[in-house]
């Protein structure tokens, strides 16, 4: 075992809330604008992290940005991008990892749907919704995941899903159900 993990380990075993302790910490969240990712950037600035928001709508997430540093805990950084390519999943990791020495974990709250039923759903809106769930989420975990072993100091990842992954929906989310139950998978 790493020398790394034996002292993260360590740790944990003497402090078992340290486990938990963000402060001073770097993290990324995408989806940064919507309820979840907004809720996450918010919660973990408050308890001193240093967060990297990232997401399309610049202006929502300048506004975010403001509010965080309104809660005087962590530093923030905008990302205005979303993880559609490996470019765009390393634009987001090196702001995180130039602004806030590196990277300890990522929450990925991004999500995307166009409802639709599978008999009338257009293929191109299936493979939108599916891209944007599941493969841009595998982009952004692939990149952390260099980092995170680059670094050598470990680090978490959340991946935020749907409870329509489990159970479904009758209502047209088609492509939406398949693509968090990729998630949950």
């Not at 995408?30 to 809720?39: D, E, K, L, V």
């Not at 974990?105 to 639709?116: H, I, M, Q, T």
Request: net charge positive; glycine share 12%.
């Amino acid at each position: 075992m790493a020398t790394a993990a034996k002292e993260t380990i360590s740790e944990a075993m003497k402090n078992p809330l340290s486990v938990f302790d963000v402060k001073g910490k770097s993290y990324v969240v995408t989806g940064a604008t919507g309820a979840i990712g907004r809720t996450c950037a918010l919660v973990l600035a408050a308890q001193g992290a240093n967060v990297t928001i990232a997401g399309g709508n610049k202006g929502e997430l300048e506004e975010l940005a403001a509010e965080i540093k309104s809660l005087k805990g962590g530093k923030v950084e905008i990302a205005n991008v979303r993880p559609k390519t490996e470019a765009d999943c390393k634009k987001i990791l090196d702001i995180a990892c130039d602004k806030h020495n590196g990277v300890d974990g990522l929450f990925v709250a991004s999500g995307y749907n166009k409802a639709g039923f599978i008999h009338e759903m257009p293929q191109q809106d299936w493979e939108d919704v599916i891209d944007a769930n599941l493969r841009q989420t595998w982009l952004i975990c692939r990149e952390y995941g260099k980092r995170a072993i680059a670094q050598g100091r470990g680090g978490k990842v959340v991946l935020m899903s749907s409870v329509r992954g489990r159970h479904g929906n009758i209502s047209g989310y088609t492509a939406y159900c398949i693509s968090k139950g990729g998630i949950d998978g």
